[in-house]
């Protein structure tokens, strides 16, 4: 019998390896911006075509490298960041495992040119399928630009697995946000499609949270820093009021290594404890500095997850910092006096010879309580910097103070007999039902058997999702146009998502058209969400939208729906009319399942009158 183990081609081995490197284009976008990283640079400009589908492009301005490394860079395994296994735990580069390259270059037609400042012409090296197509000298610029056009060409069933643009593009966002908070020192910018999305100059860790979210999260940001023999924790975590239903804006580096760990996030969550609302969650931007001896960072190809030696000691110590930043906060909120929107700049203050000061002058024959009817009486006179008040104070002064108390007792006493009265009217209407609002929160009916409640936010949930739901079936949605549009300016990732969804957000109602630089104009809005912003509007749509895609993985136009409905849906503490209540309950039993709210649990509960009298009997 022949042997039946074979040497695996090199070709194929980096497909292989490929599958769990490059999952997607965004993949590609972070393995090849931590390269330029490690290299130097500092100024980084990402391009991409059709979402990194049909080009990834990356130019730098590094070290660059010379005619043999520029062709051995793209071997499996060739790496410049290490020696020996040693090295594995005095890593402070991003990468260290040297498949990147290789893994790009077996699927995809990439091209790589690059040359040394010291060097006078540059190397142009084009490879296609791991097949080294051409190598040659040609003329480039310090640096490095590396272009990868047609990803998972020769695996059409990879490419098959790939999103829409418009998600494959909030990867890459999400990507180089991460890439772009771990090194503020660096010049970023990324064009999509001709488009400058981002355009992020050298700052400062706040200024490029600022430059990435929007300018309104320089309020929302507590900084935390602490220094301790175990780590150096230094970053920003945010306000309570803006947690957010998502967990989007949540940052953990290590060493400036974005990483993903649930226990560290656990210790941040309970530094919040009692602080946040339900189902919320923090922002948090939080740079963890230590011996790269005591963690091991080799554990995935996508180097996110890392192993300590004394994690419950970090646990503690990143709970306790976050903890005393947000009390330190609630008790002495500071004054950032580098900010240049400083208020300084708006006070002029006069010479000293110049200020004068106020004079008042007085009658001192003036007698409030002298009765005498005088017509030519004098009246009390202020004189405050030249400028003259009279004041006249009337006879009944002393009774003035009655009879706005008799009044307020007035129509006090008329607002109770209406009310009561418009109460006693609409209950005891034979055709009307016997309907009551307790706590603002429940609807009690009478019914045969005994009485109902209904829970009035989950049953109004339930009616406009049912309703949302058939407008995005059939486009039926009714606009409401604004008076006057209002202009809504997003952060990148949820313009792209935005996009993505108009087409379904249109179907509901909202009359919204682009409008500039992640911002688009909203000239009208569903009928059933009056009296709200436009702006925490979709803020809100957005998030309900992520939150039901991330946790429930419903579909597109389900999370839309479901997102929107709780959004627009009355919420428990509004009084309620009888009129009010009434359509509810018609519009709930005409629903297709009106016993089950939106999180599964009942909307309708009866009570029997066998059930009242056991109680009573016990």
């Given at each position: 019998?022949?042997?039946i183990?074979?040497?695996?081609?090199d070709?194929?081995?980096?497909?292989?390896?490929?599958?769990?490197?490059?999952?997607?284009?965004?993949s590609?976008?972070?393995?090849?911006i931590?390269?330029?990283?490690?290299?130097g640079?500092?100024?980084?400009?990402?391009?991409v075509?059709?979402?990194?589908?049909?080009?990834?492009?990356?130019?730098?301005n590094?070290?660059?490298?010379?005619?043999?490394?520029a062709?051995?860079?793209f071997e499996?395994h060739?790496?410049?960041?290490?020696r020996k296994?040693?090295?594995?735990f005095?890593?402070?580069?991003?990468?260290?495992?040297?498949?990147?390259?290789?893994?790009?270059?077996?699927?995809?037609?990439?091209e790589?040119?690059t040359?040394?400042?010291e060097?006078?012409?540059?190397?142009?090296?084009?490879?296609?399928?791991?097949?080294?197509?051409?190598q040659?000298?040609?003329?480039a610029?310090p640096?490095?630009?590396?272009?990868i056009?047609?990803?998972f060409?020769?695996?059409?069933?990879?490419?098959?697995?790939?999103?829409?643009?418009?998600?494959?593009?909030?990867?890459?966002i999400?990507?180089?946000?991460?890439?772009?908070?771990?090194?503020?020192q660096?010049?970023?910018t990324?064009?999509?499609?001709?488009?400058?999305v981002?355009?992020?100059?050298?700052?400062t860790?706040?200024?490029?949270?600022?430059?990435?979210?929007?300018?309104n999260y320089?309020e929302?940001?507590?900084?935390?820093?602490?220094?301790?023999?175990?780590?150096?924790?230094q970053?920003f975590?945010?306000k309570p009021?803006?947690?957010?239903?998502?967990?989007?804006?949540?940052?953990?580096f290590?060493n400036?290594?974005f990483?993903?760990?649930?226990?560290?996030?656990?210790?941040?969550?309970?530094?919040?404890?009692?602080?946040?609302?339900?189902?919320?969650?923090?922002?948090?931007?939080?740079f963890?500095e230590?011996?790269?001896?005591?963690?091991?960072?080799?554990?995935?190809?996508t180097?996110?997850?890392?192993?300590?030696?004394?994690?419950?000691?970090?646990?503690?110590?990143?709970r306790?910092a976050?903890?005393?930043?947000?009390?330190?906060?609630?008790i002495?909120?500071?004054?950032d006096?580098?900010q240049?929107?400083?208020?300084?700049?708006?006070?002029?203050?006069k010479?000293?010879?110049?200020i004068?000061?106020?004079?008042?002058?007085?009658n001192?024959?003036?007698?409030?309580?002298?009765t005498?009817?005088?017509?030519?009486?004098?009246?009390?006179?202020?004189?405050?910097?030249?400028?003259y008040?009279?004041s006249?104070i009337?006879?009944?002064?002393d009774?003035l103070?009655?009879i706005?108390k008799k009044?307020?007792?007035v129509?006090h006493?008329?607002?109770?007999?209406?009310?009561?009265i418009a109460?006693?009217?609409?209950i005891n209407?034979?055709?009307e039902?016997?309907?009551?609002?307790?706590?603002?929160?429940?609807i009690?009916?009478?019914?045969?058997?005994?009485?109902?409640?209904?829970?009035?936010?989950?049953?109004?949930?339930?009616?406009?999702?049912?309703?949302?739901?058939?407008?995005?079936?059939?486009?039926s949605?009714?606009?409401?146009?604004?008076?006057?549009?209002?202009?809504?300016?997003?952060?990148?990732?949820?313009?792209?998502?935005?996009?993505?969804?108009?087409?379904?957000?249109?179907?509901?109602?909202?009359?919204?058209?682009?409008?500039?630089?992640?911002?688009?104009v909203?000239e009208?809005?569903?009928?059933?969400?009056?009296?709200?912003?436009?702006?925490?509007?979709?803020e809100?749509?957005?998030e309900?939208?992520?939150?039901?895609q991330?946790i429930?993985?419903l579909?597109?136009?389900?999370?839309?729906a479901r997102?929107?409905?709780?959004?627009?849906?009355?919420?428990a503490?509004?009084?309620m009319?009888?009129?009010?209540?009434?359509?509810l309950?018609?519009?709930?039993f005409?629903?297709?399942?009106?016993n089950?709210?939106?999180?599964?649990?009942?909307?309708i509960?009866?009570?029997?009158?066998n059930?009242?009298?056991?109680?009573?009997e016990?």
């Amino acid at each position: 019998m022949s042997d039946i183990i074979q040497l695996l081609p090199d070709s194929v081995a980096n497909q292989i390896a490929a599958g769990e490197v490059v999952q997607r284009p965004a993949s590609a976008v972070k393995e090849l911006i931590e390269n330029s990283i490690d290299a130097g640079a500092d100024k980084i400009q990402l391009i991409v075509k059709d979402a990194g589908k049909s080009l990834i492009q990356i130019i730098d301005n590094g070290c660059g490298m010379s005619v043999t490394d520029a062709r051995m860079c793209f071997e499996r395994h060739a790496t410049s960041k290490i020696r020996k296994a040693e090295d594995l735990f005095a890593i402070r580069t991003m990468g260290f495992r040297g498949e990147a390259m290789a893994s790009i270059a077996a699927i995809a037609q990439v091209e790589l040119k690059t040359r040394r400042i010291e060097d006078e012409l540059g190397t142009c090296i084009f490879i296609e399928g791991s097949e080294v197509i051409s190598q040659e000298a040609c003329s480039a610029n310090p640096g490095t630009s590396i272009s990868i056009k047609n990803l998972f060409y020769n695996t059409p069933a990879r490419r098959n697995f790939l999103k829409s643009n418009s998600v494959e593009m909030r990867y890459i966002i999400d990507e180089l946000q991460r890439i772009a908070l771990a090194n503020p020192q660096v010049f970023f910018t990324l064009h999509h499609n001709g488009q400058e999305v981002y355009h992020l100059p050298a700052t400062t860790v706040k200024q490029r949270i600022i430059h990435l979210f929007g300018n309104n999260y320089n309020e929302r940001l507590v900084p935390v820093e602490e220094d301790t023999m175990v780590v150096k924790l230094q970053g920003f975590v945010g306000k309570p009021e803006f947690a957010r239903k998502t967990r989007g804006e949540q940052f953990f580096f290590v060493n400036n290594r974005f990483i993903k760990d649930a226990y560290l996030n656990h210790a941040v969550l309970m530094a919040f404890k009692e602080l946040l609302p339900e189902d919320t969650f923090p922002l948090y931007v939080l740079f963890i500095e230590i011996d790269p001896a005591k963690i091991d960072i080799n554990v995935h190809p996508t180097k996110t997850e890392i192993k300590y030696q004394d994690e419950q000691t970090i646990y503690a110590i990143i709970r306790s910092a976050v903890k005393r930043s947000l009390g330190r906060y609630n008790i002495t909120p500071s004054l950032d006096f580098d900010q240049e929107n400083s208020i300084g700049h708006l006070v002029t203050l006069k010479p000293l010879e110049e200020i004068v000061p106020p004079t008042i002058t007085f009658n001192p024959d003036f007698n409030p309580f002298n009765t005498n009817s005088s017509t030519d009486r004098e009246m009390p006179t202020l004189r405050n910097s030249g400028d003259y008040r009279s004041s006249p104070i009337p006879k009944n002064w002393d009774t003035l103070y009655e009879i706005s108390k008799k009044e307020d007792n007035v129509q006090h006493q008329m607002h109770e007999e209406i009310s009561i009265i418009a109460d006693e009217q609409e209950i005891n209407k034979p055709s009307e039902r016997q309907l009551f609002q307790i706590q603002n929160r429940f609807i009690l009916s009478q019914i045969k058997s005994g009485f109902m409640l209904i829970n009035q936010q989950a049953a109004h949930e339930r009616i406009l999702y049912e309703r949302f739901l058939q407008q995005l079936q059939n486009h039926s949605g009714v606009s409401q146009q604004s008076l006057f549009p209002q202009s809504v300016t997003l952060n990148s990732s949820d313009f792209e998502l935005l996009k993505e969804l108009l087409p379904d957000i249109r179907a509901l109602g909202f009359d919204i058209r682009e409008f500039g630089k992640n911002t688009v104009v909203v000239e009208g809005i569903p009928a059933d969400l009056n009296n709200a912003s436009e702006h925490e509007i979709l803020e809100q749509l957005l998030e309900g939208f992520k939150n039901n895609q991330s946790i429930l993985k419903l579909d597109k136009r389900d999370s839309l729906a479901r997102s929107l409905a709780r959004n627009a849906a009355t919420k428990a503490g509004i009084k309620m009319s009888l009129e009010e209540m009434n359509i509810l309950i018609d519009q709930l039993f005409a629903c297709q399942m009106p016993n089950l709210a939106l999180n599964g649990k009942l909307v309708i509960t009866t009570f029997t009158l066998n059930e009242l009298l056991e109680r009573f009997e016990k």
